[in-house]
């Protein structure tokens, strides 16, 4: 009998709708509307079915994801829920905000042909649709072991410890410094980007699991490390990194020149683009200029876009070496975002109020590589721009808050500020304390940090398991 004609491979990526451009600079509404069921079962059946799947190796948390893609193919939308949740308790944020690009659809073996499976997509259709059946399913659970384990932040590596060690039977406690869970996934990530709604309905999954939720906690200042290691058996920490960097440049002091913490906190956290209908005050300014090229720039620009205002994002570097999403440098440049690249800051100018009225930027070319392997920026002898702002948003990165590791003795702290602990097991130089995410590499991604509580959970359990 002749082998049936090999399938013709699909090499066409379906696209999500998303909000026209014009429509959406003046909303904060989500910008991308998902897939509708017929464009998800069209894109899951591109999938070849690896028998070797790379992209499944490239996942820091290791999830099925052929499994739950042959699954849409089917339309068993149960069966591929159940499949990713096994590995992945946020898969509504997951499928929103994770650089699938970089990682598991990098490695997806019809990249070399240019239509990779837009696995990042599929996720979210997944846990959109289990979402809008309005019922969550709850995993059998196991026995009770008694074992207590304290969680310190309520961000993504914090959630998916807690998920993983209360389906192993463990007790655990999340205490949250703010008045809400979901750390830089609440504060820092704008609505536009990732709805609320969304980190609430995957933190009250967690709940339903007898995870139990503290908030307004601050650990180090309400109670210490050591206080919590008296009535918990082993402790997380992912408290962040929520100190903010600066340029240090002159007229940092003035006013209109904010962190960009400072500035999506009071956006998201406490709503302060929907004032007055929210008690936070937000200053609507004219002339916004944003520094950095990341991700987080990129929110911070468009959101100050949404504010009505002219919105400016300088870089020293040129597009190319943007360390931003792809996907969300398009969305900034269709929504209108100006880009100044090979542009440096070098000084705040200010006005009789002490008000920030004028930026002064260095302009650059592009030398040799760097040790982090992109052209280092080198400056043009005389030339100088400036740019009339009436506010500017910093955004070049952030490090831990020292305060754990002030409060705590015995607690190893690296260089800049970050918890160190053993790579392959998250554990710290204090006996029953593990630490992983954003406290420990600095500002990275929702899937990193995710992969970084995995790992430490493996080792709590292990090391739970172990006593009497």
Not at 56 to 68: A, L, R, S, Y
Not at 84 to 98: Q, S, T
Not at 255 to 283: C, D, I, Q, W
Not at 357 to 378: N, T, Y
Request: aromatic letters at 6%; glycine letters at 10%.
């Amino acid at each position: 009998m002749a082998d049936p004609q090999p399938k013709k491979l699909d090499l066409h990526r379906r696209e999500m709708p998303k909000q026209p451009p014009e429509v959406r600079q003046h909303n904060f509404s989500e910008v991308a509307l998902g897939y509708p069921i017929e464009t998800a079962v069209e894109e899951a059946r591109r999938c070849i079915q690896c028998k070797k799947p790379t992209c499944v190796f490239e996942c820091p948390v290791e999830i099925d994801i052929p499994g739950f893609i042959k699954c849409i193919a089917q339309q068993d939308f149960t069966g591929g829920v159940s499949i990713l949740k096994n590995k992945n308790c946020l898969p509504a944020i997951c499928g929103r905000v994770c650089p699938q690009e970089e990682q598991c659809e990098k490695a997806c073996v019809l990249v070399k042909k240019g239509g990779q499976i837009a696995i990042g997509r599929l996720e979210r259709f997944l846990a959109d649709w289990e979402a809008a059946q309005g019922v969550l399913g709850i995993p059998a659970m196991p026995p009770s072991t008694g074992k207590r384990v304290a969680v310190v932040g309520g961000g993504p590596a914090s959630l998916t410890v807690a998920g993983d060690l209360i389906k192993s039977g463990h007790q655990v406690t999340i205490f949250e410094a703010l008045h809400k869970m979901g750390g830089v996934l609440i504060y820092g990530i704008p609505e536009f980007r990732l709805p609320k709604a969304i980190v609430t309905r995957e933190v009250e999954f967690l709940q339903s699991l007898g995870v139990e939720l503290v908030t307004d906690f601050v650990v180090g200042k309400t109670r210490s490390i050591d206080d919590l290691l008296e009535e918990y058996d082993a402790i997380f920490v992912g408290s962040g990194a929520g100190l903010p960097w600066f340029m240090e440049i002159p007229g940092e002091n003035l006013n209109g020149v904010y962190s960009a913490n400072e500035y999506l906190t009071r956006l998201n956290l406490m709503k302060g683009f929907l004032f007055p209908k929210y008690h936070t005050p937000v200053k609507f300014h004219k002339r916004v200029v944003v520094i950095g090229g990341g991700n987080v720039a990129m929110d911070c620009a468009r959101s100050a876009l949404r504010l009505g205002a002219e919105s400016r994002i300088v870089y020293r570097r040129s597009r190319q070496e943007l360390p931003a999403r792809l996907e969300e440098i398009e969305n900034a440049e269709e929504e209108g975002v100006i880009f100044e690249y090979l542009t440096l800051p070098i000084r705040y100018i200010g006005d009789e109020n002490g008000w920030v009225k004028a930026i002064e930027c260095q302009k650059m070319e592009l030398g040799e590589p760097d040790a982090s392997g992109r052209r280092k920026p080198v400056p043009i002898e005389g030339a100088i721009a400036t740019f009339e702002v009436d506010a500017v948003v910093c955004a070049i990165g952030n490090s831990p808050n020292p305060l754990i590791g002030a409060t705590t003795p015995g607690l190893t702290i690296g260089k800049k500020g970050n918890i160190e602990v053993d790579e392959a097991t998250g554990k710290s130089s204090r006996d029953r304390v593990w630490a992983g995410g954003d406290v420990v590499t600095g500002a990275a991604t929702v899937i990193l940090a995710m992969g970084a509580g995995r790992q430490a959970a493996k080792s709590i359990h292990q090391y739970l398991s172990s006593l009497p």
